[in-house]
T-cell receptor
């Protein structure tokens, strides 16, 4: 059974810091990996998708990487801003067919202080 | 292109009543997923559907829960005879390829 661990569970940083969020899977046979953010009481916003043939993706100040051999992913946020405060979730799928359920970690709650 | 729509956003039911949650996928998306987020827990997969077919229901409780995605209209998650433990946020996602897009969720409260 696939389990996903996210470290740290919570993180508080001053504005402007660069930070790294970590995600690891018990089963390293990950096909796709997605990073999401969730604001309190809201749905999930997809941030980055790393597909099977890729090792990293970048969008603006965000960079996500995936090491399939170890089953680990990191989300790097550069020059953090108060608007980045949210819960960040990583989720992986295992199958090679399009349309596969995601297994989620419990998230890292990020607070960026002005 | 409107995002994934879910309604209602908030639903209150008394124990023993039925709850119906609706999800309209993004235009052109043929895959629908339902996930549940219990208080203080992570999101858990429930069911994956395509039009008129249940593809994977391995995360669905064996009793009282059912899901459908008819040829026309939204996907429906139905919970019969709700109990307090069903109180949670229920999220729907849709996809056409590898990336899943989530709706705002329905927050079910059972009193």
């Amino acid at each position: 059974k696939q389990e996903v661990t996210q470290i740290p569970a919570a993180l508080s940083v001053p504005e402007g810091e660069n930070l790294v969020l970590n995600c690891s899977f018990t089963d390293s046979a990950i096909y796709n990996l997605q990073w999401f953010r969730q604001d309190p009481g809201k749905g999930l916003t997809s941030l980055l998708l790393i597909q099977s043939s890729q090792r990293e993706q970048t969008s603006g100040r965000l960079n996500a990487s995936l090491d399939k051999s170890s089953g680990r992913s990191t989300l790097y946020i550069a020059a953090s801003q108060p608007g980045d405060s949210a819960t960040y979730l990583c989720a992986g799928s295992l199958t090679e067919t399009s349309g596969s359920r995601l297994t989620f970690g419990e998230g890292t709650q990020l607070t960026v202080n002005p | 292109n409107a995002g994934v729509m879910q309604n209602p956003r908030h639903l209150v039911r008394r124990r023993g009543q039925e709850a119906r949650l609706r999800c309209s996928p993004m235009k052109g998306h043929s895959h629908v997923y339902w996930y549940r987020q219990l208080p203080e827990e992570g999101l858990k997969f429930m069911v994956y559907l395509q039009k008129e077919n249940i593809i994977d229901e391995s995360g669905m409780p064996k009793e009282r829960f059912s899901a459908e995605f008819p040829k026309e209209g939204p996907s429906i998650l139905r919970i019969q005879q709700v109990v307090r433990g069903d109180s949670a946020a229920y999220f729907c996602a849709s996809s056409v390829g590898d990336e899943q897009y989530f709706g705002p969720g329905t927050r079910l409260t059972v009193t």
